[in-house]
């Protein structure tokens, strides 16, 4: 399992299944990070919560790579709100310490147009 599969797997079973073992397994004790909605520096603790308020209300493609070394991951994937026309873009950079996730970033991006619309799938692919 690569490192974006094994990111997307720990919180997809985080948040479909409260089950974050998979993201206790990758993540460093020091794991800090700025949230990407508040803007301010969250713990994993902090990001756990946002999952289990969340996760019911967003579906997430999977994550495409967009660079990777050894101790870096930038990952792109599309969201849409439920039951609504809402899109966007998240771009998350992660960064790697003694194999495990120690920081990441994110940045989103409200999208004014449908992303699934002429690809080759489609949002109910991902609930």
């Not at 299944?17 to 803007?39: N, R």
């Not at 520096?41 to 050894?70: H, R, Y």
């Amino acid at each position: 399992m690569t490192r974006a599969e094994a990111f997307d797997k720990a919180w997809r079973l985080g948040g479909k299944e409260k089950d974050f073992s998979l993201v206790d397994e990758i993540y460093h004790p020091d794991y800090k990070a700025v949230d990407v909605f508040a803007g301010v520096e969250v713990n994993l603790d902090a990001d756990k919560e946002v999952v289990l308020t969340l996760g019911d209300s967003i579906i997430a493609t999977p994550p495409e790579i967009l660079q990777e070394d050894e101790n870096f991951l930038k990952i792109k994937r599309y969201n849409r709100y439920i039951g609504e026309d809402i899109f966007n873009l998240l771009i998350t950079s992660i960064t790697y310490k003694d194999g495990k996730i120690i920081s990441q970033d994110s940045v989103m991006e409200e999208l004014d147009y449908d992303p699934s619309e002429g690809q080759d799938w489609n949002w109910e692919d991902y609930e």
